[in-house]
């Protein structure tokens, strides 16, 4: 059967010294034999797998010999054109030799040959993204040295067709699945269904099919020169740096595309060398609930992929117990050893050859949020780490996974399209796609997703009624995207796969149709949209959950708030935590169905006295709406904005609406038609809204002003305190400030004087436009407070509109014209510079002016990083995104003070 093997490459001789030198960088790492050239700390050149085997090396524990190829290596090889660096391929066969003299056999020796593992490493875990190439330095003469050496011909065969499917999927891109229909068919034609249930014979046929398969995909003979093998394969691990897969789990987990991956060279150890060998991979402790509890999985004669790619059901770890005690106690006296030595939850892979334990790999375990807070609590119970640390195990972020309700993972579901994902949670529902009929479906009992092409402020109603939210159009920050967040409604938008025929109630992807009041399910946290009832779990605030949010209290110095419109939207922050409101929009509390129909009366009405009548019937419904809010909120600032929206988002649209308005007023169609005409805008986001509104028609603001105030003091004289924070929108120039300002401390004083009580208020600006931050210092002169509203700052200072940038940001964050989506998270050197440039100017004229934000940014961890720097007060975000906020800001606190920051496992 064996072929003639090609004449093999021979090792280059030992680098001279003086050649060494001009080599100038170390690009090759060793351990083996219990001492190692690298340590844990080591992670940035030697990645996170190379970093463990050199540390438990260095600890004495049983690991085989190898090597790592640096992660700079990696970087020059693609900065010369995908070409190994100058000196690293001499280094690899110098420290090649070493692994030999270790392991007490050569590479390429048909004899007595060294096989290797060729594994990838990057510094931070990226499980599956990248690629490994186990049992290299097989051909047909180092086989039969290794059937010689092993007296073991089924293992040697089988170790060959392993390193034929893995060198032939990896390295040179063969669909593996052929490789895989080529082995069921000899299992279905011997009738087993196990590859244990094969025998030497077995594996003999499906070795030369396999060379046969590699010969007719690539054209070439499967590569037999083992020097040959390893040069290829260090190229396809560097190669998968930047591999679809790696590419998309870096940019969902915000890891920067230039670190590049190390590459280990290991010397194989065999698990599939009979019932006593093995192989298995777990953890420290339970990663789903932080259970201290040894977790993992074992295979009798398998190798690891077995276990990882799901290819046999693996047994529980008691398992081994039962079957090898000594091995058992052997492997939790190491996983104690490390966890001790580590101060963290780890994950563990071993293989057991013989009889004989060998460690593969160490490293910080990735977990649930639920086993994240667990194990950091213990773990500042246990005494390993301190409470500092403990909030820096947990990345922000992690907390969604509490927050919400999550499809059931052990569920098998049909993804049938995939979008932004925009709120965090899971929602079940039939598919509606109005506002109207999501409401009244919901009032008959009925869960519903509201599916629209885009929301708009008018859609309040059906959004608040629906379980989740589904745009085909959006982005991060669009209506629906903000509104979603606000509401802790799971939110999709931007999924541009679905196609919504609205006349006639469906919408397609590829084939599938999805009509009206057909079941869909939405994974808020994935973007997925999922045909049918998928089933969802809520999750339960475990006990560590509120231990973490009492330790960033005490640590943070700026305070969370929440954006809340609604007394439950209060109450949900006030329960998470929140230290007052920072926005409360006014103009959601105008879309009920009495409100809207008078405050259109009130836009359509041609003189003050006919606006006046129509804000006098909206007044208590405002007022009720404020007394709810502080009635929660007691004792807590509540910042409102006064209407801020443009007036033309608020009238009719469709010819019933209107008709509807007419007969309600008593005017004519064309008269409203004509009024709607005259209230168009080009660019309504730069047009006749905010303070603008407030100047042209003041009768408005003093409404809402009057409602305010007449909450605050009929609560006042019950005994409740309120603290008012009165925000005006859009102010560019001090002028405007001043006008409103004055309206709105009069009214304020005569609420106050009809009340005969006296409520300690505040009025402040929002600071949203660029002229605004530039002239901070003459705006605090009138000023009490900035809040920075960074969504229509950045929209400002970008020039551009959030609504319709998502058709091209995403183009511009793929080709590296900027690093991240502006919306999501604050641009620090544009728009962060203009926020402290009026940070500065306004606390230079104001020194106590109370500064804070309350764009979407809020929530964002890295955004309320950069407002903890430049000094605000505080950040308010949705009430859902509160804890994230809270932990957000204590971790920014810790980062000032120099301490290493740990990326959190998920």
């Not at 490789?179 to 009738?191: N, P, Q, R, S, T």
């Not at 276990?307 to 046999?312: D, E, L």
């Not at 100017?841 to 903890?868: Q, Y």
């Amino acid at each position: 059967m064996a072929s003639k093997t090609k004449k093999q490459t021979k090792p280059l001789k030992k680098v001279s010294k003086t050649k060494q030198s001009k080599i100038n960088k170390k690009y090759v790492y060793y351990f083996g034999d219990g001492k190692a050239e690298g340590t844990a700390q080591m992670k940035d050149l030697l990645g996170g797998k190379g970093a463990g085997l050199a540390e438990m090396t260095n600890l004495g524990i049983p690991v085989p010999s190898g090597f790592t190829i640096t992660t700079e290596a990696c970087r020059e090889y693609f900065k010369q054109g995908k070409r190994f660096p100058n000196g690293m391929w001499e280094e690899v066969l110098t420290h090649l030799k070493r692994v030999e003299k270790s392991m007490g056999c050569k590479f390429g020796d048909p004899k007595n040959p060294l096989l290797v593992s060729v594994r990838s490493g990057a510094k931070f875990s990226m499980p599956g993204m990248m690629d490994t190439v186990l049992n290299l330095g097989l051909n047909d003469d180092t086989l039969k040295g290794l059937i010689d050496k092993t007296n073991n011909e089924r293992f040697a065969y089988d170790t060959y067709r392993r390193f034929i499917t893995m060198f032939g999927s990896i390295v040179t891109d063969i669909d593996r699945k052929k490789f895989e229909d080529l082995l069921d068919k000899v299992k279905e034609k011997k009738g087993v269904k196990l590859d244990t249930e094969l025998d030497a014979k077995d594996f003999k046929a499906i070795v030369k099919k396999y060379k046969e398969l590699y010969k007719k995909e690539t054209g070439k003979e499967f590569p037999s020169d083992p020097y040959e093998q390893l040069k290829m394969a260090i190229k396809a691990v560097f190669d998968s740096w930047y591999g679809d897969r790696a590419v998309t789990y870096r940019k969902l987990h915000g890891i920067p595309d230039d670190l590049g991956t190390a590459c280990n060279i290991v010397a194989m150890v065999y698990g599939n060398m009979g019932e006593n060998s093995g192989t298995g991979v777990g953890f420290t402790r339970n990663p789903s609930t932080g259970e201290k509890r040894f977790f993992a999985e074992f295979l009798p004669n398998a190798q690891g992929e077995d276990v990882v790619a799901g290819i046999r059901t693996p047994l529980k770890i008691e398992e081994l117990k039962k079957r090898m005690p000594k091995i058992y106690a052997q492997l939790e006296k190491i996983c104690e050893k490390l966890e001790k030595h580590y101060r963290d939850m780890l994950d563990i892979e071993f293989t057991i050859q013989e009889g004989k334990l060998y460690m593969l790999q160490t490293r910080v375990g990735k977990r649930t949020a639920a086993a994240a807070i667990k194990i950091a609590v213990d773990m500042v119970n246990e005494k390993l780490i301190d409470k500092k640390t403990a909030l820096l195990r947990i990345e922000p972020e992690q907390l969604n996974q509490l927050l919400h309700p999550t499809i059931d993972s052990t569920a098998n579901v049909k993804v049938i399209a995939k979008g932004l994902p925009a709120s965090p949670g899971a929602a079940v529902g039939r598919v509606v796609f109005s506002a109207q009929d999501a409401e009244e479906w919901a009032e008959k009992g009925e869960r519903v997703i509201l599916v629209r092409n885009e929301t708009s402020p008018e859609d309040i109603g059906g959004m608040a009624a629906a379980q989740g939210i589904l745009t085909a159009r959006g982005g991060m920050t669009s209506h629906a995207a903000v509104v979603g967040r606000g509401m802790g409604k799971c939110c999709v938008v931007g999924c541009g796969a679905i196609n919504i025929n609205e006349e006639e109630k469906y919408f397609t992807v590829s084939d599938i149709k999805v009509k009206e009041g057909d079941y869909i399910t939405l994974n808020g946290t994935t973007g997925e949209v999922i045909l049918g009832e998928a089933p969802l779990v809520m999750p339960k605030l475990p006990q560590e959950f509120y231990t973490i949010m009492k330790w960033s209290e005490e640590i943070s110095r700026l305070q969370v708030r929440a954006n809340a419109d609604t007394p439950k939207d209060a109450r949900v922050a006030r329960d998470f935590g929140a230290t007052g409101i920072g926005l409360c929009r006014t103009e959601h509390m105008f879309f009920d169905a009495e409100r809207i129909k008078a405050f259109r009366e009130m836009i359509v009405s041609d003189t003050v006295e006919q606006r006046r009548k129509a804000l006098d019937k909206i007044k208590p419904y405002q007022k009720e709406d404020f007394i709810g809010i502080f009635k929660e909120m007691k004792g807590l600032p509540v910042t409102i904005r006064l209407l801020d929206p443009p007036l033309h988002e608020f009238l009719p649209k469709t010819e019933e609406e209107i008709e509807g308005l007419s007969n309600d007023m008593g005017v004519s169609v064309r008269r409203i038609k004509a009024k709607i005409k005259s209230l168009e805008e080009f660019n309504p986001m730069l047009g006749h809204r905010g303070c603008r509104l407030g100047i042209t028609y003041p009768e408005v603001y003093e409404m809402q002003v009057r409602a305010i105030m007449e909450a605050a003091c009929e609560l006042a004289k019950k005994k409740i305190k309120v603290i008012p924070e009165i925000m005006i929108p859009l102010v560019a120039h001090v002028n405007e400030l001043k006008i409103m300002k004055d309206l709105t401390v009069r009214t304020a004083e005569e609420v106050m004087k009809a009340y005969n009580v006296k409520i300690k208020y505040s009025v402040g600006t929002m600071i949203e436009l660029a002229r605004a931050a530039i002239t901070a210092d003459q705006i605090a002169q009138e000023a009490e407070f900035f809040s920075f509203g960074t969504n229509d700052l950045t929209q400002s200072v970008y020039g551009l509109s959030r609504d319709d940038a998502g058709k091209f940001l995403p183009f511009y964050i793929d080709h590296k014209i900027i690093d991240e989506d502006p919306f999501i998270s604050i641009d620090t050197e544009g728009v962060g510079q203009i926020m402290e440039i009026a940070v500065k100017r306004g606390r230079k004229t104001n020194k106590n002016l109370k500064l804070g934000i309350c764009g979407e940014h809020g929530g964002d961890p890295a955004s309320i990083e950069f407002c903890h720097k430049i000094g605000l007060n505080y950040v308010s975000c949705s009430p859902y995104r509160v804890p994230i906020a809270k932990l957000a800001a204590a971790h920014a606190k810790l980062k000032e003070k120099g301490r290493e920051v740990i990326r959190a496992s998920v």
